[in-house]
């Protein structure tokens, strides 16, 4: 079975705070990908990276970084945390045809 | 641009009551995947179907049952006989042509099965 493991199911930062949201898929996937899910708005695309030490911009990447050093490993990077990141952060990785996500990261910025 | 509206925000039936989960997509791509996925209470997301923009059969797996139209926008999801354990909140989601590329979502269903 594919694997997408978040290194935290909970956190809680305050304002201003850096914030390092880690990802690591077992599949040898190519594409990963960062979405936050928020009620009534459903999951929109933050950052996505097709190959190692490439990205490329989702929807909504403003206030957020990645990186993607090396395969299995998608890191979301949250610069200076605000509380209007405070949200469910997900993440994949896939397969032509099927996205595989984690359990989440929910994330609270006071 | 790409947009998936699941109009109903929640949904709330007795056990082994029918349901249908609505979905419809806007796209100017003429090959696109439309997608549904559950999430259970424990958070992670479970895929359940994907469909490409050629195939418009209908398709069945146990209670499940999707129909897609074209001529409507729209793919939508029933369950059959349904049950407590297919409480969650339920996906629909749209990518172009590249397959599960950059999928967009729609803002979720919340299925409530009292029993």
């Known amino acids: 079975d594919v694997k997408v493991t978040q290194s935290s199911r909970y956190l809680v930062k305050r304002t201003g705070e850096k914030v390092f949201l880690e990802c690591v898929q077992d599949m040898d996937h190519e594409n990963m990908f960062w979405y936050r899910q928020d009620p009534g708005l459903g999951l929109r695309l933050i950052y996505f990276s097709y190959d190692v030490k490439m990205k490329e911009k989702g929807d909504i990447p403003e206030g957020y970084s990645v990186s993607r050093e090396k395969k299995e490993r998608f890191s979301l990077i949250l610069e200076s945390a605000s509380t209007n990141q405070t949200s469910m952060y997900l993440c994949a990785s896939s397969l032509p045809g099927e996205l595989f996500f984690g359990e989440g990261s929910r994330l609270t910025v006071l | 641009a790409q947009k998936v509206t699941q109009a109903q925000t929640e949904i709330s039936v007795v056990e082994k009551e029918d349901v249908t989960l609505d979905c419809v997509y806007e796209t100017r791509d003429t090959t696109y995947y439309l997608f549904w996925y559950k999430q259970p209470p424990s958070g992670e997301l479970v895929f359940l179907i994907r469909?490409?923009?050629?195939?418009?059969q209908n398709e069945i797996s146990g209670r499940y049952s999707w129909n897609f139209q074209k001529s409507t926008s729209s793919f939508n999801f029933t369950i059959t006989a349904s049950q407590v354990v297919d409480s969650a909140v339920y996906f629909c989601a749209l990518s172009g042509g590249r397959g599960a590329q950059k999928l967009v979502f729609g803002q979720g269903t919340r299925l409530t099965i009292n029993p």
């Open positions: 469909r490409n923009s050629f195939d418009e």
